[in-house]
């Protein structure tokens, strides 16, 4: 084992950052410590939090990740933000407010930008995700950028899902049924010290009907990060979730799905670097662009010539 994986899996700061660093940067050294790591996961609970932009998500897992701390249990905390479009970096919003737990050892905080992903993660984020469960997190928040119905991706990752809302949202009920109903395992009702929570809580219960009857109903949760409350009611319906993915083996059934779609992604990168790294192939890809702006050629034929040289 090398040193690098040794100093991360014994939770050394520094290392989990350099660890994440030459993942993020797909240096070659870093396949080699995702292979060492990879026995040593598996422990950490997973926990998504998306939702619309507004909603106190990053203050919400702040207060979240201090119940979690006084429990005894490390916190991991991955930021997706929107990338820069200047230097390529996560812009640092989430992680300058959460500034206050950034002095606690028990606590790793990480922004990461998306790149230009769909499904507001980065995919770089089940490496990350791997390395911090390795080096020791009990609990890791994962928390999206917050752009609508392009957050689903993060139930492919993540054990329970935080679907955030706040009262007051005319368009709350269409955001919803855009495809953040079929995702929620928890629906926090955020920023309750507003006006109009008991309808935002109704309309929600109303949508919980039509779906009918199931052996998990989806709770609502009501939290107010700025009276402190709620926050010890959801932490113990976060603690159910658990069981009731226990219990029912869903858990297993969501784990087999996450390392799906981790080895489809590596995959993936995999093959888009075969075809714009190879000379041969890059060629062949900017002489298909080509012949698509004069109208020669049509993308999906193009596409058929390209997969058919890499089959070869």
């Not at 950490?44 to 106190?56: F, K, P």
């Not at 507001?120 to 080096?135: H, K, N, P, Q």
């Amino acid at each position: 084992m090398s040193e690098l994986s040794a100093k991360v899996i014994a939770g050394d700061p520094r290392s989990i950052g350099r660890l994440i660093t030459l993942v993020e940067n797909d240096a070659p050294e870093a396949v080699e410590a995702m292979k060492q790591i990879h026995r040593y996961t598996g422990q950490a609970q997973i926990i998504g939090v998306t939702g619309v932009m507004g909603s106190g998500k990053s203050s919400l897992i702040f207060e979240l990740a201090l119940v979690f701390r006084a429990e005894g249990k490390k916190v991991g905390i991955i930021a997706i933000d929107p990338t820069s479009p200047f230097s390529g970096g996560a812009l640092l919003g989430d992680r300058i407010r959460m500034m206050d737990l950034s002095t606690d050892s028990g606590v790793f905080i990480r922004s990461m930008g998306t790149r230009g992903m769909m499904g507001g993660l980065t995919s770089a984020l089940y490496d990350v995700v791997e390395i911090l469960d390795a080096a020791g997190m009990n609990v890791i928040i994962i928390e999206t950028v917050g752009v609508g119905q392009d957050e689903v991706d993060i139930v492919k990752i993540a054990d329970t899902t935080l679907v955030v809302l706040i009262p007051g949202l005319g368009d709350s009920v269409q955001t919803i049924k855009a495809g953040l109903m079929e995702i929620a395992d928890i629906f926090v009702v955020n920023k309750a010290d507003k006006p109009g929570v008991e309808q935002t809580v109704a309309e929600l219960e109303s949508m919980l009907d039509l779906v009918g009857h199931t052996e998990y109903r989806t709770p609502i949760v009501a939290t107010s990060v700025k009276e402190k409350k709620g926050i010890q009611l959801l932490t113990s319906k976060i603690a159910e979730h658990q069981e009731y993915l226990k219990k029912s083996k869903t858990f297993d059934t969501r784990r087999r799905q996450r390392y799906e779609a981790e080895l489809i992604e590596i995959i993936r990168k995999r093959l888009m670097d075969f075809i714009f790294d190879e000379k041969k192939l890059k060629k062949t890809v900017d002489c298909c662009i080509d012949q698509i702006s004069k109208k020669e050629l049509d993308p999906y034929t193009a596409a058929d010539e390209i997969l058919g040289k890499i089959l070869k």
